[in-house]
C-alpha cells in the first residue's frame, strides 16, 4: 500500500523558534509537494519539488524554506515560526509519469504557533 | 492561470437522497480533473479524476462525476448519500503550466448527511 508518511501530526511552537517538518514517500514519486490548509482557503501551494536537490516557489513560499536532500525526504522548515503560520501542513507526491497521475497525501501536520 | 470554484461551502442532504457537489474550473488548456474527500483530522484521499474520453467518470465509494465542457464544470454526484460520506470535499485542476507538475485547489465543499 502507498504510503506518504508525515513525522508529527500534532506541534506546538513558540514564536521565534525554528520548526522542521519531515515527509517521507514510499513510491518512488519524482514530484514531492506541501501544501498549506486554512478553513475557506482551501489548499494553497508552499512549495514543490520534481527531483532531488530541485525546488520551485508555490504561491505562498514566504516564511517557509524546504529541502530535498533524498529522493523519498521533502522538508519544510520555518525558519522563525510566527502566529500567522499556525495551519494544518499537508505533504504530497505524484510521479512524474504519467502527467495525469494524481496526487497522494500525508495524514497532515497541524501546527500551532504560540 | 487556472482556477477552481465550489460554489457552496455547505452541502447538507439527507441520507439515502442523491447528492451533487458542484465545481467550476477555469484552464487555457485541456482540463485534468480530480476531487479528493477529506475526513476529520486527515490528509485528503483521491476519489476520482478525468483525463479525456467518457464524461461520465466513475470512483471510489459509489461517487461519481460528469464532466461539462461547455459548461466548464466537474460536478461529484452520487445516487443514494450515506451519513459516512459526511467530510470535507475539494475539487483540483492540474496546472500543466510550471513543469506540469502544480495542481490548483478550490476552497472545499462541507457535506453533511443528515440520518
Known amino acids: 500500500d502507498v504510503k506518504v508518511t508525515q513525522s508529527s501530526r500534532y506541534l506546538v511552537k513558540r514564536t521565534g523558534e525554528k520548526v522542521f517538518l519531515e515527509c517521507v514517500q514510499d513510491m518512488d514519486h519524482e514530484n514531492m509537494f506541501w501544501y498549506r490548509q486554512d478553513p475557506g482557503l482551501g489548499l494553497r501551494l508552499i512549495y514543490f519539488s520534481y527531483d532531488v536537490k530541485m525546488k520551485e516557489k508555490g504561491d505562498i513560499p514566504e516564511g517557509y524554506s524546504v529541502s530535498r536532500e533524498k529522493k523519498e525526504r521533502f522538508s519544510l522548515i520555518l525558519e522563525s515560526a510566527s502566529t500567522n503560520q499556525t495551519s494544518m501542513y499537508l505533504c504530497a507526491s505524484s510521479p512524474k509519469s504519467p502527467v495525469t497521475g494524481e496526487l497522494f497525501f500525508g495524514e497532515g501536520s497541524r501546527l500551532t504557533v504560540l | 492561470a487556472q482556477s477552481v470554484a465550489q460554489p457552496e461551502d455547505q452541502v447538507n442532504v439527507a441520507e439515502g437522497n442523491p447528492l451533487t457537489v458542484k465545481c467550476t474550473y477555469s484552464?487555457?488548456?485541456?482540463?485534468?480533473l480530480f476531487w479528493y474527500v477529506q475526513y476529520p483530522n486527515r490528509g485528503l484521499q483521491f476519489l476520482l479524476k478525468?483525463?479525456?474520453?467518457?464524461?461520465l467518470v466513475k470512483g471510489s465509494y459509489g461517487f461519481e462525476a460528469e464532466f461539462n465542457k461547455s459548461q466548464t464544470s466537474f460536478h461529484l454526484k452520487k445516487p443514494s448519500a450515506l451519513v459516512s460520506d459526511s467530510a470535507l470535499y475539494f475539487c483540483?485542476?492540474?496546472?500543466?503550466?510550471?513543469?506540469?507538475?502544480?495542481?490548483?485547489f478550490g476552497p472545499g465543499t462541507r457535506l453533511s448527511v443528515l440520518p
Open positions: 484552464v487555457s488548456g485541456n482540463p485534468y
Open positions: 483540483a485542476v492540474r496546472d500543466m503550466l510550471n513543469y506540469g507538475q502544480n495542481f490548483v
Open positions: 478525468y483525463i479525456t474520453g467518457d464524461n
